[in-house]
């Protein structure tokens, strides 16, 4: 299903992506080192082993780019003017190497551009949850996207 024009959506809407994505030591390797990010939590497995979580953590910013990554060919593809924000990003438990990810996105919000004739901002809430039914990323993603041609 490719993304939605503006006046398709409606606050509500919901979907579960049909990606899923298990997380793998490279995925948080090469996100750490592409972004420079010397965090031992995410590299160091002696670190992070002597740490409160026992291993390796899986770098946030990895966890971010796949919900939003996941999220855009049944939301934006092909209909996104721009993305306007990302708000209340929390990270409520763990991502771990090996764990596997589902993602859910619902409409929270929808208006007509006040600049833009045509075009809307929609607003998702965006949800990362675990195999074991855990949450563990949540986000509000706004984004302005081409009203449906006539």
Do not use: Y
């Not at 992506?17 to 995925?27: L, N, S």
């Not at 497995?45 to 026992?54: I, K, L, N, P, V």
């Not at 708000?87 to 771990?96: A, H, I, Q, T």
């Amino acid at each position: 299903m490719p993304g939605r024009f503006f006046d398709e959506w409606q606050v509500g809407d919901a979907i579960a992506h049909p990606i899923t994505r298990t997380v793998t030591e490279t995925d948080n390797l090469l996100l750490s080192t592409l972004t420079h990010n010397p965090q031992p939590l995410h590299l160091d497995a002696e670190a992070a082993g002597a740490s409160e979580f026992g291993r390796i953590l899986v770098n946030s910013c990895f966890t971010f780019s796949l919900v939003v990554g996941v999220s855009v060919g049944e939301t934006t593809l092909g209909t996104l003017i721009a993305n306007l924000g990302f708000d209340e990003v929390r990270f409520p438990k763990p991502v771990f190497i090996g764990d596997t990810l589902r993602i859910e996105s619902e409409v929270t919000a929808t208006r007509a551009s006040k600049s833009r004739p045509g075009a809307g901002i929609v607003t998702w809430e965006h949800r990362a949850i675990n195999q074991r039914d855990e949450a563990v990323c949540t986000m509000r993603r706004s984004a302005l996207l081409h009203g449906k041609p006539q």
